[in-house]
């Protein structure tokens, strides 16, 4: 029977870690440190050795590639929770994705948000449209000018 090493059982987590959904390599990094980190391999030279080898070996595979990660998640983000440019630049910021494949990402997505917030005021069937609204809008990431311009285009609809 072959010997299972600690670093197949590390190998065997991130496999698992990657199945649930495409990473950005700062997140498999993170995910990577602070499996050993629980596994008290505390040698910050030993951690970044096992991390690069493990990156390395999934970067060849094709698992890891920020730019098809970009896109993936605004293209989930603005399907299923949709959200403003300045939104979706921001989470992809905290995922580790570097700031020109963001703007490269978001400009070739081709976001209409004056549609997702006429869609966000349909879903949540918004009657007047108070400081309320405006401000829960904003923090779902959209322009205070394509607010207005969305509030204004669904009174009219009224």
């Known amino acids: 029977m072959a010997k299972f090493t600690f670093y197949d059982y590390i190998r065997s987590r991130?496999?698992?870690f990657l199945?649930?959904?495409p990473r950005s390599e700062f997140e498999i990094r993170n995910y990577l440190r602070g499996k050993l980190i629980r596994k008290n391999i505390v040698d910050k030279d030993k951690q970044e050795a096992i991390i690069a080898d493990l990156v390395k070996e999934v970067q060849d595979l094709g698992s890891i590639d920020d730019e098809k990660f970009a896109q993936w998640w605004v293209d989930e983000r603005t399907y299923f929770k949709p959200r403003?440019?300045?939104a979706l630049q921001f989470?992809?910021?905290r995922k580790g994705i570097p700031k020109d494949i963001i703007d490269e990402t978001i400009t070739a997505a081709n976001i209409d948000e004056?549609?997702?917030i006429l869609q966000l005021i349909a879903k949540k069937h918004f009657t007047d449209f108070n400081q309320k609204v405006i401000q829960f809008l904003l923090?779902?990431?959209f322009s205070y000018q394509n607010i207005k311009k969305a509030i204004e285009e669904s009174e009219k609809k009224r």
């Open 139 to 141: 923090r779902k990431g």
């Open 91 to 93: 989470e992809l910021y």
């Open 84 to 86: 403003g440019k300045k």
């Open 19 to 21: 199945l649930r959904r």
């Open 114 to 116: 004056k549609a997702l």
């Open 14 to 16: 991130l496999d698992r």
